[in-house]
């Protein structure tokens, strides 16, 4: 629809007064007297780190206000004890579009959002903030908060809240979430992800794994998404070479990831340390704070590892390194598969893979787009970053 037509209510960021030019997009007027303010992010973890640099901004701009997110149990256990922006966490129930259970987690009765919703809308919160996604499901569950003002995304198929920036696919996770805090007034702080590493990160990699006795590397071979995923027999020869090069190989994964983690293992032929299921998220932090270097898909634990400061090489769908690669090149190299159809029905994949509209090259295959990456590739990227800077 041309910007001319639209009515007032309908603008792409609402009414938010006058707006400065900022680092990340224009900020806009913040909200005198906030209080409390909700802010919904309840996806996976890798998605949590790139919302990092938002709530953080959101801090800054509201040092006094306390701010409480909206996620998953996972949530509530990693942030609980770790210096963060957020003071606490306010577990919302499973839903379509919101959050899958965690795993263990019972499903909810069919009342449990409708309640969730009207005791935390008894909370009064000044600022309720939509940092979750298109906005189709969530901005419902915003609007219902009673909040004073809220602010988020805006997908075609989602309702408008009172301040709003259109949901585009292609754009760099942290700057989106950015843009949206710079709606309500929050201007950076920074624009790179970090989590703080506790003594119990480290205590607890240490108890499971013993301190290390030479330098190691990890390697995280699984991803949720099969199309991420790179093959098993690719990272068991990097596996292979950097053992021949003296370093320790761990191989990390999820109890679900543990078939994918058990053929590199094999393959490697002894090269190379399976770690499933023995930390938990806490604990996988310490244990990418020991190590010199991870190499990952493009998945959660390669942006935790880059947020605590461990380098990393990142194996990407050239659409994915578009929205999460890093853009620091110092300690940080994404290799990119510049894979541009469907290697099952040769459907576009730049539409196909995440359709931009319904009915846009929609595919439903799941195999890998990230296969044709070479090993001799991600080999040269990690050997740079594990030698010394002359």
């Known amino acids: 629809m041309p910007e001319a037509t639209r009515t007032a209510g309908e603008r792409q960021t609402g009414a938010v007064g006058e707006r400065q030019p900022g680092v990340a997009g224009a900020v806009g007027e913040r909200l005198p007297g906030v209080g409390r303010i909700a802010v919904l992010r309840a996806n996976a973890l890798g998605d949590f780190v790139f919302a990092l640099p938002a709530l953080a901004a959101l801090r800054a701009a509201y040092p006094d206000a306390e701010l409480v997110l909206l996620a998953a149990p996972w949530h509530a256990k990693l942030l609980a004890g770790r210096p963060s922006p957020v003071d606490r966490v306010l577990v919302i129930p499973p839903a379509p579009g919101i959050r899958a259970p965690d795993p263990g987690e019972p499903q909810p009765a069919p009342e449990a959002m409708r309640r969730f919703v009207e005791e935390t809308r008894a909370e009064g919160f000044d600022l309720a903030i939509q940092l979750h996604g298109g906005g189709k499901n969530s901005n419902p569950i915003v609007t219902a908060l009673g909040a004073r003002l809220t602010a988020g995304l805006r997908a075609e198929d989602a309702p408008p809240l009172d301040r709003w920036l259109r949901y585009v696919y292609y754009q760099p996770e942290v700057f989106r979430y950015l843009e949206v805090a710079g709606l309500v007034g929050a201007a950076p702080t920074t624009v790179l992800p970090s989590l703080t590493v506790t003594d119990a990160d480290r205590a607890q990699a240490t108890e499971v794994l013993g301190a290390p006795t030479r330098p190691r590397v990890a390697l995280h071979p699984g991803a949720t998404d099969t199309r991420r995923r790179w093959p098993a027999g690719n990272f068991a020869a990097v596996a292979r070479a950097l053992a021949a090069d003296g370093f320790e190989v761990l191989v990390t994964g999820t109890p679900a990831e543990a078939e994918t983690v058990d053929r590199v293992i094999d393959a490697a032929a002894g090269a190379a340390r399976p770690v499933v299921g023995t930390l938990d998220l806490g604990g996988l932090i310490g244990a990418y704070d020991q190590c010199e270097l991870v190499i990952s898909n493009d998945t959660g634990p390669l942006h935790v590892a880059a947020a605590v400061g461990t380098p990393t090489v990142g194996v990407y769908w050239i659409g994915n390194l578009l929205n999460g690669a890093t853009p620091l090149r110092g300690a940080h190299r ?19 893979i995440y359709p931009a509209r319904p009915g846009d090259g929609e595919c439903s295959h799941r195999d890998s787009f990230v296969g044709d990456v070479p090993v001799a590739e991600v080999l040269e990227a990690a050997r740079e970053l594990l030698r010394p800077p002359s």
Do not use: Y
């Open 334 to 352: 994404p290799i990119a598969s510049w894979t541009v159809h469907c290697p099952v029905c040769g459907i576009d994949c730049t539409r196909g």
